[in-house]
């Protein structure tokens, strides 16, 4: 009935959705998190000395001609 094409896409999506989730958990400065009966308690503090030690330079293109 259904297309491989649909079900390629529909799991596409699915993971794309998944993957922004994290994302967006991983951005934001909540310190517990609970879903599902799952309970995730994060060091906000040392994350965020993590993300200030690492570099934020562009990538550098290599036009010095």
């Known amino acids: ?4 094409v ?3 896409g529909l799991y ?7 993957l922004g989730l994290v994302a967006s958990c991983y951005k934001s400065k909540c310190s517990k998190i ?3 009966g799952v309970s995730i308690i994060r060091d906000v503090e040392i994350e965020e000395e993590l ?9 550098q ?5």
């Open 1 to 4: 009935m259904f297309s491989e």
């Open 6 to 8: 649909f079900f390629t």
């Open 12 to 18: 596409s999506s699915l993971i794309a959705l998944i």
């Open 34 to 36: 609970e879903f599902c």
């Open 51 to 59: 993300d200030a030690q690492q570099p934020r330079n562009p990538i």
């Open 61 to 65: 293109s290599n036009n010095n001609l």
